[in-house]
């Protein structure tokens, strides 16, 4: 019996058996049976498998394991260091991101279907991507190391994990394009130790290039890359790289050690540029300003890819600066549920200005009766920072059912007494114009401008209460802000949206934005859409590369977008900027800048070829009036 127990209990784990289970020795329903050659064959694919593991471990710590990072290659005195650490590691985070979910909806997929189909250029890149798929890049950077001279030396270098053969192909395009733009240039191949150096030189320009174990080197400047080569060679880099430098440990500190993408850029040669023109070119220079501008050390710029989001750190390296207080974000008082965007920031307790406004009212003839007006009530310009703040913060709504957003701005009110005599400056009747309306409403004074003429009439209005100043571009979108502060509910602090987004961030001192990505792309896009629709429908090349009638719905769009979050801090040491979202402030504010040149540029472009004329008189400050001294 005691036998015939063991035999069943061995029978229910031979059924059991992850590894018997899916052998190929096992058929349904049956029990295997161990005999010795099938023993032997799997006992013999154990042990391939163990050495096809261990030599695959052994090729990775080769390959990976052993890279010498970039910035243990650049001297210590490298300006600028731009680097994508690791490409595998970057490369497997993209898919996961909001913008490549995007992507890869089907509604996109066939909005691009046509420019994807196309020869040529499609298919060049498509080769292009094969060839570098093929390469395995590692690493890549580029580095500026010196200005000096009339032209900046630079080295930049790719690390790879692929054969080096498939580095030649990717570089015989670039190379032949080289050739064919300097055709008198002359080509030369060196060594440097046991390296092989090929240089292409065209007058006073050089450009020299190298492989050095998995890495592919490029400079105009020879000694720079035997430099790099020589460090490349070393396990551990070069002693005195950029890598070992205390301020480029400093500055990169603060960013995610696992970033996919890194700028750095040591401050302290070009301040010394920046004074060194300003002696020469005999301008006077403020002491406090030179003092705070040396005070900037180095700024460093991270980016990583974090699941769906996107985190920018940027960090300004400025030690024996003072710490700020937290920015309690006032404004936030203002905001309701369809609030979309919001910022705040820090204003200065004292700011320095003028007594008078001097050569800025020869073009603003307005100041001059409101600095009178002023001196009258014993105020200057340079107390508005005694008046107001020490915070000034935007808000901006967009309703369902709107057809454009409303936006207000609010400052905290410091002195009560002087916020009044400057409002009343401000609102003053200047000759000639229509007075500003003025009336009282629970506790708050409302100023109302004249409403303005033409397709868009804007009639700014002001509100005053004992802790805030607020402008708003019409008496409806001010009376709603009054409305919401009375309430003490800060309507978007209390949505989920705008809680997690805070959580991605650090409390911020001297500035804080939040932008509802989603809400701005329903809004936007589906007012856009039929314009955009049209334009590619009718312009040559975009019908070309893309099917107009099958642009995406704003739900496929929207749906990715997560709220953008921005936080500035500011220490003893520096000052650090965050911002995480599916697009971050800083890429939704290039972007921003990005579309609004381009939307310009038929017009840069016509008054380019139109030729651009400038009149003198512009640029000169227009003559003193004449005095009873002076006539």
Not at 63 to 79: D, K, S, W
Not at 305 to 324: C, S
Request: contains cysteine; proline residues 7%; aromatic residues 8%.
């Amino acid at each position: 019996m005691g036998s015939g127990r063991r035999m069943t209990a061995t029978g229910f784990w031979l059924r059991h058996s992850f590894v018997i289970r899916h052998s190929p020795f096992h058929r349904p329903g049956t029990v295997p049976a161990f005999n010795g050659g099938r023993m032997k064959k799997l006992l013999v694919s154990l042990v391939v498998l163990v050495a096809v593991a261990t030599a695959a471990f052994v090729v990775y710590k080769k390959t990976i394991g052993a890279h010498v990072a970039a910035a243990l290659l650049v001297p210590g005195e490298t300006l600028l260091f731009v680097a994508v650490p690791n490409v595998p590691r970057t490369a497997l985070r993209w898919p996961k991101t909001g913008l490549a979910q995007m992507l890869a909806e089907p509604e996109m997929e066939k909005f691009l279907e046509k420019s994807r189909s196309q020869p040529g250029l499609m298919q060049s890149l498509d080769e292009k991507l094969a060839q570098l798929v093929r390469l395995a890049p590692r690493e890549v950077f580029v580095a500026v190391t010196s200005i000096d001279g009339p032209t900046p030396k630079w080295i930049a270098g790719c690390a790879f994990l692929g054969r080096k053969k498939e580095a030649v192909t990717l570089l015989a395009e670039p190379r032949g394009a080289l050739r064919a733009a300097w055709s008198a240039g002359k080509s030369d191949l060196a060594t440097h130790g046991t390296t092989e150096v090929e240089t292409f030189t065209y007058g006073d320009a050089v450009v020299a290039e190298a492989f050095q174990g998995n890495w592919y080197l490029v400079s105009n400047d020879v000694a720079l890359l035997h430099q790099t080569l020589d460090a490349a060679a070393l396990p551990n880099g070069a002693a005195d790289a950029l890598g070992t430098r205390e301020v480029f440990k400093k500055a990169t500190a603060p960013l995610p050690a696992d970033g996919d993408t890194l700028v750095f850029a040591q401050l302290g040669t070009l301040t010394d540029r920046v004074k060194s023109l300003l002696v020469a070119s005999g301008q006077a220079v403020d002491p406090k300003q030179l003092a705070e501008l040396q005070r900037m050390q180095a700024v460093a710029w991270g980016t990583k890819l974090e699941g769906a989001q996107v985190r920018d750190t940027i960090y300004l390296l400025a030690p024996g600066g003072a710490a700020e207080v937290a920015l309690p974000r006032n404004a936030l008082a203002f905001s309701a549920a369809e609030t979309f965007l919001y910022y705040g920031m820090a204003l200065p307790a004292k700011i320095e200005m003028p007594e008078s406004t001097g050569l800025l009212g020869g073009y603003l003839p307005m100041l001059a009766p409101m600095e009178k007006a002023l001196a009258e009530k014993g105020l200057k310009w340079a107390d508005l920072s005694v008046a107001f703040g020490p915070e000034l913060g935007v808000v901006a709504d967009w309703g369902a059912e709107e057809p454009a957003p409303s936006a207000l701005l609010a400052v905290d009110v410091r002195d009560a007494a002087k916020a009044r005599a400057f409002v009343d400056v401000f609102t003053a009747s200047a000759p000639g114009t229509p007075s500003w309306g003025r009336s009282e409403k629970d506790g708050a004074t409302l100023f109302q401008s004249p409403t303005g003429a033409g397709l868009l009439p804007v009639s700014p209005s002001l509100a005053l209460t004992g802790k805030f100043l607020v402008l708003g571009f019409s008496p409806v979108s001010v009376g709603a802000a009054l409305t919401r502060l009375k309430s003490g509910q800060a309507g978007i602090a209390q949505t989920p949206a705008y809680q997690g987004a805070v959580k991605t961030v650090g409390a911020p001192t001297s500035g804080f934005g939040y932008l509802d990505m989603k809400t701005l792309i329903e809004r936007s896009y589906a007012t856009l859409r039929p314009m955009l629709a049209l334009s590619l429908a009718t312009a040559g090349e975009g019908e070309a590369a893309f099917d107009a009638g099958k642009l995406p719905t704003t739900e496929t769009i929207s749906r990715h977008f997560t709220p953008s979050v921005y936080s500035q801090r500011v220490t003893a040491e520096g000052t650090l900027v965050e911002s995480s979202g599916t697009l971050t402030f800083n890429q939704v504010l290039l972007a921003a800048i990005g579309g609004g040149v381009a939307a310009a540029m038929p017009l840069i472009e016509s008054t380019l070829s139109a030729g651009l004329k400038l009149d003198d008189d512009l640029l000169s400050p227009p003559p003193a009036k004449p005095t009873p001294a002076h006539p």
